[in-house]
């Protein structure tokens, strides 16, 4: 436990200096004559051959990009194309000591690390698991438009990499990804590459969690995480680099583990867009003084010449041998793009002159120079392998293009809903390793917190129907902590993780007595980065993981907003379904804490397509939707409201079963049924509501159901609508911001489909459009039972006798509107 690492005021007032150690510089000079003894000839000058691969397919995009046609062929290309062009001795020289077991992470200008890393493993894998890879990817559709018939299987292995590359630039459904990732976020896992990201830096918080996944589940190789230099200045790179950091891995997880296997790898072209990070918009001169904050080991930081390939080799060699005994590392590779940001880039930031001088040294051609010196070719054979590198790219750009054997996905003709049917892959996976046993420390009948809960009442109202005690009842909390309990024991690959979730338990005690029984790697505190936990989540899941990760606060989901909304949301459809995500992420909904910490944010997230999001109010809710989304394979947010942790199940007659079940995501329930009006709850809100429906029937005899949302992504209306048709009324509540929450979707969805069988519009009854009071104010904030009652006397059906304590009017809800509340 943490509580083992004593902090020592002794030690920390004591006078002393912190010590650096020198950062080498472009220490390695040598030759390819220098290294004829060290590499094999063929590989020397595959090298060579590799750069011109890359350099060839990015001239090929550029050349349709700016003319609109490649070697005579015509071709329009409007889509996206940030090239590299300059960058291809750095991108082979880091290729060359990875394996398919190593992964590697990219950016938007990724094209030539994908190229690399695909033909590396084309020449270096086993031939018949080659054949296997390029039969059974995607069915052999591939490989049956390339036909199968050459003799030469390293050969059909560059087509299938140019090929697929090709077709999914293009947008075409033969490309890796359906022509759904494109350009910027290409990747072919069988060969280790991994996603590569649109927004700069996404991979700075994800690439930590595929190495957080070989670390935790013992998995061979390591992990590179590409970026650019410019990306350096993002929160996110910066997060993940903390997370990849911390000293736990060393000091608490056990003696087997010594550091998170993942090298930083940051292409320096001197250029974001158009701003210079050397002397205009960073102060830190080279970003190899970056590891230099993360940890005493400065994580064996290191400039590199990224203009020479065996610059490169040579580091990656000594760098995974630290990686694998060490932990982080990083490289700072200098290198540089001839081309523009983008084939418009005009690269009026910088002079004619600086790119010429480095067109003077461009690596393509001072290889081929030294490969020439040491007299391991001819200028001959260099031009016989450009010519046969240019055919190889016309062949295959010509087959991209061609609607009859590379078409798109048909979504506007006989596959109208293919996009959607890959939003979620809803499907059931109990174990996401079932050959593996999972660690734990106790049995499931010794772990304490086991124990605790089979001590529980499981029904919230004793024999005479008043509420068991706290201290004995079973509660959310337990609910929700039950199934991830024994979720644990059934999927090895489960680790859960975010702000003070081991010692303390979480702050709302879901995870208290779980130290005892969990090893340190699969539950543990994470920093204060929710960039990082989100990000890190993403991918530890697209590697083959389940997590269930923590922000502490709804309100903290800005801080994840990118990881929430662009990357754990998007990777399974961006994938044509390839990568798998089932992560919960689960927030709390807060109470008490004002502006910045009690706020219901749960439109945000049922907004963006590609999420799950529920909100259970009742422990057998919450019991069986965190069983269905731990079962899962797709991404969920789990929402808790703090007002009721510690509530009993008082609508379940047989109170919560010990045995496992779940519920259906997407599945209202009626908590109580009625005839005249419907109320339909979200979250905490349900048992104001039930309060409301006493009133009306106690003082109005107004029969009201009331039925829990319970889900917002998906949600089944097939209930609420049979409800509208027997009540004709509905009022829709919940403790979010009532401006465009997602109770205004439900009331306009509602109006919709059950148009004919109201006899008045939906009304909304949801928080204030303010910032959240301080807990001594917050009724007057917070939807109060007093409230729908006034709603429905006032918008639907008048209450004899009746007076009003809350202004909802059609008139206030003008005069709000004006003032913008």
């Not at 020449?123 to 018949?128: H, K, Y």
């Not at 589940?217 to 993002?234: E, L, Q, R, S, Y």
């Not at 999420?611 to 079962?631: E, I, W």
Request: hydrophobic share 40%; glycine share 10%.
């Amino acid at each position: 436990m943490s509580k083992q690492l004593f902090v020592d005021p002794r030690e920390m007032r004591a006078p002393g200096k912190i010590e650096f150690t020198d950062i080498l510089e472009n220490q390695y000079q040598k030759t390819v004559k220098d290294e004829v003894g060290n590499f094999p000839r063929e590989d020397l000058i595959r090298i060579y051959r590799d750069m011109c691969y890359i350099r060839e397919f990015e001239t090929m995009i550029q050349l349709i990009k700016t003319t609109g046609e490649y070697q005579g062929v015509p071709y329009n290309h409007p889509g996206p194309a940030h090239l590299g062009i300059g960058q291809e001795a750095a991108y082979v020289g880091q290729a060359y000591h990875l394996s398919i077991n190593d992964f590697s992470f990219g950016s938007h200008r990724s094209h030539g690390e994908i190229l690399a890393r695909g033909l590396r493993a084309v020449e270096t894998l086993p031939e018949e698991q080659l054949r296997s890879i390029m039969e059974d990817f995607d069915g052999g559709k591939i490989l049956r438009v390339l036909g199968n018939s050459q003799l030469d299987i390293r050969a059909l292995g560059r087509d299938f990499l140019l090929y697929g590359m090709t077709c999914e630039t293009f947008g075409r459904e033969n490309g890796f990804n359906r022509g759904l990732g494109g350009s910027m976020h290409a990747f072919f896992t069988p060969f280790g590459i991994y996603p590569n990201n649109a927004i700069v830096g996404g991979s700075g918080s994800i690439a930590p969690g595929a190495a957080l996944y070989k670390l935790s589940n013992h998995k061979d190789g390591i992990v590179v995480c590409n970026i650019g230099d410019a990306a350096t200045a993002c929160g996110p790179v910066w997060e993940g680099m903390v997370f990849s950091s911390m000293d736990q891995i060393r000091t608490l997880w056990g003696d087997e583990f010594t550091g998170m296997p993942i090298l930083f790898n940051i292409w320096n072209n001197s250029y974001g867009m158009g701003g210079q990070t050397n002397g205009e918009t960073m102060g830190y001169q080279t970003p190899a003084r970056i590891g230099a904050g993360l940890l005493p080991s400065q994580m064996y930081a290191e400039r590199v010449d990224g203009y020479n390939p065996l610059a490169v080799i040579d580091a990656y060699a000594r760098k995974k041998d630290i990686i694998k005994q060490h932990g982080p590392a990083l490289l700072d590779v200098v290198t540089y793009r001839i081309s523009g940001h983008s084939p418009s880039d005009s690269s009026s930031y910088r002079t004619k002159e600086e790119i010429e001088a480095w067109e003077a040294q461009d690596s393509i051609l001072a290889y081929g120079k030294q490969l020439m010196e040491a007299g391991l070719c001819t200028q001959a054979d260099l031009e016989a392998i450009r010519t046969g590198v240019a055919a190889d790219m016309l062949r295959n750009m010509k087959l991209a293009i061609d609607e009859t054997v590379s078409p798109r996905i048909d979504v506007f003709g006989k596959k109208p809903n293919a996009i959607g049917e890959l939003m979620f892959s809803n499907q059931t996976v109990r174990s996401m390793d079932e050959n593996r046993k999972a660690e734990t420390l106790l049995p499931y009948e010794e772990s304490p917190r086991a124990q605790a809960i089979a001590k529980k009442v499981r029904k919230g109202l004793d024999e005479k129907g008043n509420p068991v005690s706290k201290n004995k009842v079973y509660q959310i909390r337990d609910a929700i902590a039950e199934p991830i309990l024994k979720k644990f024991y059934e999927d090895p690959t489960l680790i859960a993780f975010g702000e003070d979730v081991r010692d303390w338990g979480g702050a709302y005690a879901v995870y208290r007595g779980f130290t005892e029984t969990l090893p340190y790697h699969r539950l543990f505190n994470s920093p204060i980065s929710e960039a990082a936990i989100v990000g890190a989540a993403v991918g530890y899941a697209m590697s083959g993981g389940r997590v269930v990760a923590e922000i502490m606060y709804a309100d903290f989901l800005g801080r994840a907003g990118d990881e929430l909304f662009n990357q754990l949301s998007k990777w399974q459809s961006m994938s044509a379904g390839v990568l798998r995500m089932p992560v919960v992420i689960r927030m709390s909904v807060g109470s008490k804490y004002g502006a910045q910490h009690s706020q219901d944010w749960s439109a945000l997230c049922a907004h963006i397509p590609g999420l799950k999001v529920v909100f259970p109010a009742t422990p057998y809710d919450a019991k069986g939707m965190m069983q269905s989304a731990l079962n899962g394979t797709d991404p969920v947010i789990f929402l808790e409201s703090q007002r009721i942790y510690d509530m009993g199940e008082r609508f379940h007659p047989e109170g919560v079963p010990e045995e496992e079940y779940e519920i259906t995501l997407g599945e209202p329930d009626v908590k109580r049924c009625g005839t005249d009006v419907t109320i339909l709850s979200i979250g905490a809100t349900l048992y104001r509501a039930i309060e409301a429906a006493d009133i009306l029937q106690n003082q109005y005899g107004v029969s009201a159901e009331v039925i829990d949302a319970r889900s917002l992504v998906p949600f089944q209306y097939e209930k609420v609508i049979e409800s509208v048709k027997k009540t004709g009324r509905i009022v829709v509540t919940g403790d979010a911001c009532e401006r465009n929450s997602f109770m205004r979707n439900l009331a306009s969805n509602i109006t919709e489909l059950a148009f004919d069988y109201l006899d008045a519009p939906p009304v909304v009854v949801g928080a204030k459009n303010w910032i959240t009071p301080a807990h001594e104010l917050e009724e007057c904030f917070f939807p109060q039972p007093s409230w729908i009652v006034d709603a429905i006397h006032e918008r639907i059906l008048p209450l004899p006798g009746h007076v009003c304590s809350h202004n909802c009017t059609e008139l206030e809800q003008l005069r709000e509107n004006k003032y913008g509340i």
